[in-house]
């Protein structure tokens, strides 16, 4: 039951950010200042995902070569700025990720 | 996206949510971030207003998502939006974006954003469910959880266009590292406020000059 409830709070919750503007809000009374805060939005956010999950190892900072992450997060980076591919990005960085913790794990 | 739904629906069962459950919170709430964190605090028996309030935090994105794409759908009727709301993703916003920045007549590209966002739709639940049937079989030396950050990296790089994209981005990177210890997920709001803030000034002084 109470899980039940989590779940339908989760996607009550979720469902009302997106309509938040789309749904209730008049589009045309937004500041500008507000409009051109929202251009940095997507590279800020998906920064602040994208950073921890190749940096932090257990919360904290790990920038050695014993944290095969940054590496293969590296790898896919700049595989994904040439190609622009979502595959070639997924490919390249879990080929990294996996080649690195086998050479890990075979030193 | 693929892998991401994959690991989505490993998490749901690996949390102790029965397949029905985990199928429920995936098709209700369409989103991966908001998925893996109510598992997470689920998994740990949380309260559940504490397991809304963290998911928030997280769909925090999405209000900013919706701001950019209202003044494209504001011409359309209640259902419309209603509907578009709920298929808004990552991945239907940054096709979205792209698609109402191309030149000419806007008035009826609402239905490439509804095209591409089913198609995300039933792919994202396909992913999941084959996750759920995988459930905790998969080893978990494979890393797929990498594949979630892979999948982030994708949506990122083609959203960094100019310097103050690229200012935005490294701040708020540094931010969330340092602001890592913060609960509930914080460290992202906070990264994601002065990641704003830098983009904004960058493109203040560039104007300026």
């Known amino acids: 039951m109470k899980t039940w409830l989590a779940i339908l709070g989760v996607a009550a919750a979720t469902y009302l950010l997106r309509a938040s503007f789309v749904l209730f809000a008049d589009p045309h009374r937004f500041p500008h200042r507000f409009r051109q805060a929202l251009l940095y939005v997507p590279p800020s956010v998906l920064a602040a995902i994208v950073a921890p999950g190749l940096l932090l190892v257990d919360g904290a900072l790990d920038l050695s070569l014993h944290n095969p992450r940054w590496i293969a997060g590296a790898v896919s980076i700049v595989v994904t700025v040439r190609t622009r591919s979502v595959i070639a990005a997924m490919a390249s960085g879990m080929a990294a990720l996996w080649l690195l913790q086998w050479a890990l794990g075979a030193t | 996206m693929l892998p991401f739904g994959f690991v989505a629906g490993v998490a749901a069962i690996g949390a102790g949510l029965t397949p029905l459950q985990g199928m429920a919170l995936s098709v209700l709430s369409f989103s991966g971030i908001a998925q893996l964190i109510a598992s997470q605090l689920i998994a740990v028996d949380s309260p559940v207003a504490v397991t809304v309030a963290a998911a928030s935090v997280v769909s925090l994105r999405f209000v900013m998502y919706s701001a950019a794409l209202a003044p494209h759908l504001a011409h359309l ?106 609960p509930y997920r914080l460290a992202l709001v906070v990264a994601s406020i002065a990641g704003i803030a830098v983009g904004l000034g960058i493109e203040a002084r560039h104007q300026r000059r």
Do not use: C, E, K
């Open chain 2, 77 to 182: 009727d209640r259902r419309w939006r209603a509907l578009l709301a709920y298929v808004m993703t990552d991945q239907s916003f940054a096709l979205a974006v792209q698609h109402y920045a191309a030149p000419g007549d806007a008035r009826h590209r609402h239905w490439h954003f509804l095209g591409s966002a089913v198609t995300l739709f039933v792919s994202w639940q396909a992913a999941v469910l084959a996750g759920i049937v995988a459930g905790a079989q998969v080893p978990t030396t494979w890393s797929l959880d990498f594949a979630v950050v892979l999948t982030f990296i994708a949506l990122l790089v083609p959203v960094v266009r100019t310097r103050a994209d690229l200012g935005a981005a490294v701040v708020a990177s540094a931010v969330a590292l340092f602001a890592a210890g913060l």
